[in-house]
């Protein structure tokens, strides 16, 4: 039988492969907050396996499963056949887009950046009262939820930059866009041009940004290649502090949750630590750390699609730092700390913020 | 009274950027009007600041968020956070099942209660106000 | 299609956020890890025991079956909805609703997960001992549904060991307590051990009262390899006559000890067969002494090569082998069926033989590992299901797989459950006087069929 879709052309294999085991039950965090095993990465596959055997075709039924998934991976780093659910997700995401059948909230995403440049359809960033430069060693990209949502951590970031006397410059970003191929959309390639195009007029030889996700999507993407064979590096702040002395000491019990972007999607679970490590002795991990980290929720466009879900995601995370007794949940990932302070209950009295600002508080205290 | 299908009772006070308050014995309470609970859509997150927190007028003191907006909450007039709807901690949604009613969000003390009379209030000010708005939204949007 | 009347009702009882018909939500519970599927009318999600009652009397009333179900991990086919009717989940009901340490007492509900149960038990040094390898999934429901088993089995037994009592809703909503909460208790007949294992055919489980030990903190692990079968088999028997009982003695086939080396770079000797033990207490001392026994005995049984292990690191890699069997397996060929024919523990290498000669004559691919110390193994088939030749010579080999293990005086099933699987091999192996007896106890409890039916051949007149 000829395949209708591109899920099944790309990942037939894959799908087959599921032996239906349920493991996956143990660490999805959409099943974890709804106890539907039609949410779980196993339902999902079961549908699919259904679309390819002709029992029931792509439509809106399918919606709320396939549009439902943080694309974390936590299914697929303890799947015991290996079977990469995101993956498979986000190329179904593109056939039900095909057919017209998308959710609401990604088809108004998609119709956002054609007129905005950023997935709120805000029509002003904050200027974090910085001027532009013309040339600079770095650019610091802030992304669209530090641009708009976690403005105090992009700020801190900045003053952290500032104190360090690093050479950088803001330039005027546009939606990294990254978000669209994950929800079955093309990049937004006009955004993807402007951004290219201002960080390469800065002469920069790095950027340096405070989203995950837009590490991802800059390193990543064949659309940025540009960008790359202009052999500009794209880094994490957390990697591109790791290696200063801050001098900065807290005794207080901190804990460190991993973003799901930065973790098992880039390995990235060491560095964050280094420099925690160095200002917070009192450290201690969360029950489910490194790869095995509990997603928060936000991810895979379902903090904007299903937001009460995604609140009870990161309800479940923040459950586990007030097991761990840590005072402090330091992350690096504006998404998380979004999602996770939404979710904090009054009565718990933990700090959720990124790294930077922490330190950028530090630094506040010690003067 | 019911206007362009939005209702708005007459007894309350409306604070321009979609807020009404009403007056409840040397308290103020305060939430979320028609209009905007319609525009906003379904709201998943309520900021519910401390008690004692001090607000001034006319300056942010909150955040509310629907799945693709953030609003700020300004302070109708100067005085202190007494008290919050704690329901809305776990179901925001009240919000938009009971605006004026379950869905209350915070309640004032205010430093002056005359404040309260600068707010918009009557029947032909509300409703010249909300044609205001009903225009401004429709060309934006 | 569920009546609309019906539909309606089902609400009233569970709320409209707990019932769904929503086409994701159908196609899911079409299935368990079985190779079965079967759609349901429509699914419930309960909380109380109330609600499971109310949901039975008006499906008992209405003539329409049921399907418990939990995290629908089971590998027979049991939480399949054969005949379509309501799929009643009882994941939400997953809280344990009392824990008394002296009393050796945990009560739970039946969609508590068992790792949730672990990890209440492991700050007081205690644990359930029954350790299903779907221990990170699997609810206690299911644990009790089909008398789960693990590792664990030949030193530690199973389930039923460990259940004392039970909350059970009747297939017409009537609610009965079996057992209690004591240890040793006779009074009246033992409803508990006939609801263990009956595969949700007899009564809903809404409580459990189970037995739990205090944990040893002491392991000593070591493998050995053999290049003959019949020798690895005799090792195992020659253990359980060694005087201790190690509190795991697993066994990896040939085939699966390929497939391991073809998709890890684990290395292991490419031998007939590997044994894997370990043995338990509270000190050093007397796990080495055990384990000595286990040693001397494999000493004896010409392995190629026997390793202790040294260190926790040690044991771990050791144990990686056959965590990893499952895991490996599942990905070579689109599809496998996994079974668990059991034999007495002398019969291991008899069985071992048969399943070599069963892949040879029909030329397909089954890899074995499994617990050989309660003579428990798991043949796993693998084969391409969209190829018609290797299903057919797949089900050849199943029907021959039974009908051996039955010669060798062995069971259809040692802890999977028969539920659809093996329905049509219950005669093999019960006479015709225990089938209409089982038949005779189904229709005193369910009188009109409709708790899980199709199961376990009970439909047949």
């Known amino acids: 039988m000829e395949a209708k879709y591109d899920f099944e052309r790309k990942y037939r294999e894959q799908i087959l492969r599921c032996s239906r085991c349920g493991f996956c039950q143990a660490v999805c965090p959409v099943y974890g907050a709804t106890l539907r095993p039609g949410l779980n990465a196993r339902g999902k596959m079961l549908l699919l396996k259904e679309v390819m055997d002709g029992r029931i075709d792509l439509s809106n039924d399918l919606i709320e499963t396939l549009f439902q998934c943080t694309t974390c991976a936590s299914c697929t780093h303890n799947c015991p056949s290996g079977v990469e659910v995101p993956e498979i997700i986000k190329v179904a995401r593109k056939d039900m887009v095909d057919i017209g059948s998308c959710h609401p909230a990604f088809t108004g995403m998609n119709e956002v950046l054609q007129k905005h440049d950023n997935i709120y359809a805000e029509d002003e960033a904050g200027d974090f009262g910085r001027q532009k430069k013309a040339q600079a060693k770095y650019v610091f990209f802030s992304g669209c939820v530090g641009l708009y949502r976690e403005t105090e951590a992009t700020e801190a970031a900045l003053d952290v930059l500032d104190k360090l006397e690093v050479d950088y410059t803001l330039i005027e970003e546009a939606c990294c866009s990254g978000v669209l191929e994950d929800v079955g959309f093309p990049l937004n390639s006009a955004l993807v041009e402007t951004n290219i195009e201002r960080i390469l007029a800065t002469g920069a030889e790095a950027v340096i940004t405070g989203c995950p996700y837009c590490a991802r999507t800059l390193n990543g993407k064949t659309q940025y290649a540009p960008l790359r064979a202009r052999g500009v590096i794209v880094m994490h702040i957390a990697q591109f502090l790791k290696d200063f002395d801050l001098g900065l000491r807290t005794d207080k019990k901190v804990t460190y949750h991993d973003p799901c972007d930065l973790g098992r999607h880039c390995g990235i679970y060491e560095e964050p630590r280094e420099t925690i490590r160095k200002l917070a002795p009192n450290f201690v991990e969360l029950p489910h750390?490194?790869?095995?980290?509990?997603?928060?929720?936000?991810?895979?466009?379902?903090?904007?699609?299903?937001?009460?879900?995604?609140?009870?995601?990161?309800?479940?995370?923040?459950?586990?730092?007030?097991?761990?007794?840590?005072?402090?949940?330091?992350?690096?990932?504006?998404?998380?700390?979004?999602?996770?302070?939404?979710?904090?209950?009054?009565?718990?009295?933990?700090?959720?913020?990124?790294?930077?600002?922490?330190?950028?508080?530090?630094?506040?205290?010690?003067? | 009274m019911e206007f362009e299908s939005y209702n708005m009772p007459d007894e309350l006070y409306y604070e321009p950027n979609h807020y009404w308050v009403r007056q409840e014995g040397d308290l103020l309470v305060m939430g979320m009007d028609d209009f905007a609970r319609k525009l906003a859509g379904q709201i998943v997150f309520v900021q519910l600041p401390d008690e004692g927190k001090a607000i001034k007028l006319g300056k942010k003191f909150a955040s509310v968020e629907s799945g693709k907006w953030l609003g700020k909450v300004y302070a109708p007039v100067n005085g202190e956070i007494a008290g919050v709807n704690e329901e809305l901690e776990t179901n925001p949604g009240l919000i938009n099942q009971d605006c004026y009613g379950a869905g209350w969000m915070y309640k004032i003390k205010p430093d002056d209660m005359g404040e309260v009379q600068n707010l918009l209030h009557g029947t032909e000010a509300v409703q010249k106000w909300l044609t205001e708005e009903i225009a401004k939204f429709a060309k934006s949007s | 299609m569920i009546d609309e009347r019906i539909k309606q009702e089902l609400i009233r009882i569970v709320g409209q956020q707990n019932f769904t018909d929503n086409l994701i939500d159908m196609v899911s519970y079409s299935y368990d890890a079985s190779e079965h599927r079967a759609r349901p009318s429509c699914a419930v999600w309960v909380e109380t025991t109330a609600q499971v009652s109310e949901v039975m009397k008006l499906a008992n009333r209405e003539k329409i079956p049921v399907t418990p179900r939990g995290a629908g991990t089971g590998l027979s086919g049991l939480s399949v909805p054969a005949h379509a009717g309501i799929v009643m989940d009882l994941t939400r009901m997953n809280r344990i609703l009392e824990l008394r340490i002296e009393d050796r007492l945990a009560v739970v509900q039946p969609g508590l997960v068992y790792a949730d149960l672990e990890k209440a038990l492991a700050p007081h040094g205690f644990f359930f001992p029954p350790d299903p390898s779907s221990g990170k999934v699997c609810t206690m429901g299911g644990t009790v549904g089909t008398n789960a088993g693990g590792v664990k089995g030949a030193k530690y037994g199973t389930t039923r060991d460990y259940v004392l009592g039970l909350e059970v809703v009747l297939a017409d909503g009537?609610?009965?307590?079996?057992?209690?909460?004591?240890?040793?208790?006779?009074?009246?007949?033992?409803?508990?051990?006939?609801?263990?294992?009956?595969?949700?055919?007899?009564?809903?489980?809404?409580?459990?009262?189970?037995?739990?030990?205090?944990?040893?903190?002491?392991?000593?692990?070591?493998?050995?390899?053999?290049?003959?079968?019949?020798?690895?088999?005799?090792?195992?028997?020659?253990?359980?006559?060694?005087?201790?009982?190690?509190?795991?003695?697993?066994?990896?086939?040939?085939?699966?000890?390929?497939?391991?080396?073809?998709?890890?770079?684990?290395?292991?000797?490419?031998?007939?067969?590997?044994?894997?033990?370990?043995?338990?207490?509270?000190?050093?001392?007397?796990?080495?002494?055990?384990?000595?026994?286990?040693?001397?005995?494999?000493?004896?049984?010409?392995?190629?090569?026997?390793?202790?292990?040294?260190?926790?690191?040690?044991?771990?890699?050791?144990?990686?082998?056959?965590?990893?069997?499952?895991?490996?397996?599942?990905?070579?060929?689109?599809?496998?069926?996994?079974?668990?024919?059991?034999?007495?523990?002398?019969?291991?290498?008899?069985?071992?033989?048969?399943?070599?000669?069963?892949?040879?004559?029909?030329?397909?691919?089954?890899?074995?590992?499994?617990?050989?110390?309660?003579?428990?193994?798991?043949?796993?088939?693998?084969?391409?299901?969209?190829?018609?030749?290797?299903?057919?010579?797949?089900?050849?080999?199943?029907?021959?797989?039974?009908?051996?293990?039955?010669?060798?005086?062995?069971?259809?099933?040692?802890?999977?459950?028969?539920?659809?699987?093996?329905?049509?091999?219950?005669?093999?192996?019960?006479?015709?006087?225990?089938?209409?007896?089982?038949?005779?106890?189904?229709?005193?409890?369910?009188?009109?069929?409709?708790l899980n039916p199709g199961k376990m051949a009970l439909d047949a007149a």
């Open chain 1, 289 to 367: 750390h490194h790869a095995d980290a509990l997603c928060c929720g936000a991810g895979g466009g379902v903090r904007g699609a299903y937001a009460k879900n995604s609140i009870d995601m990161a309800r479940r995370r923040l459950k586990e730092v007030e097991e761990s007794g840590a005072e402090v949940v330091l992350t690096e990932c504006n998404s998380c700390v979004h999602n996770l302070s939404n979710a904090k209950l009054r009565k718990q009295k933990i700090t959720i913020c990124t790294t930077t600002q922490f330190i950028h508080d530090l630094m506040e205290e010690a003067e």
């Open chain 3, 174 to 450: 009537r609610i009965m307590r079996t057992g209690g909460k004591t240890i040793k208790n006779v009074s009246g007949y033992d409803l508990t051990r006939l609801f263990v294992a009956s595969e949700g055919t007899l009564g809903v489980v809404t409580e459990i009262a189970l037995k739990i030990n205090p944990k040893p903190t002491v392991t000593t692990t070591a493998m050995a390899t053999f290049n003959d079968l019949e020798d690895a088999g005799r090792a195992v028997a020659e253990v359980m006559r060694s005087g201790i009982l190690p509190s795991v003695l697993e066994i990896l086939g040939r085939e699966t000890i390929l497939a391991i080396n073809q998709n890890t770079d684990l290395n292991l000797p490419e031998v007939e067969a590997l044994l894997l033990a370990e043995t338990d207490g509270y000190t050093r001392e007397e796990t080495e002494f055990q384990m000595g026994k286990v040693v001397d005995v494999f000493r004896r049984n010409h392995p190629g090569m026997v390793k202790l292990a040294a260190s926790a690191q040690e044991a771990a890699q050791l144990w990686k082998a056959r965590k990893s069997a499952y895991a490996v397996l599942a990905r070579i060929k689109s599809h496998f069926v996994l079974e668990d024919v059991t034999v007495p523990i002398g019969r291991v290498p008899a069985l071992l033989k048969g399943i070599q000669a069963i892949a040879k004559k029909y030329s397909i691919q089954i890899a074995t590992f499994g617990h050989a110390g309660d003579g428990n193994l798991h043949p796993q088939i693998l084969y391409d299901g969209y190829d018609p030749e290797q299903v057919k010579s797949m089900e050849a080999a199943s029907d021959e797989l039974f009908k051996l293990s039955i010669e060798l005086e062995g069971t259809l099933t040692g802890e999977h459950g028969i539920g659809l699987s093996k329905a049509a091999y219950m005669t093999l192996e019960h006479d015709a006087v225990s089938l209409e007896m089982m038949r005779t106890i189904k229709r005193a409890f369910d009188p009109n069929n409709i």
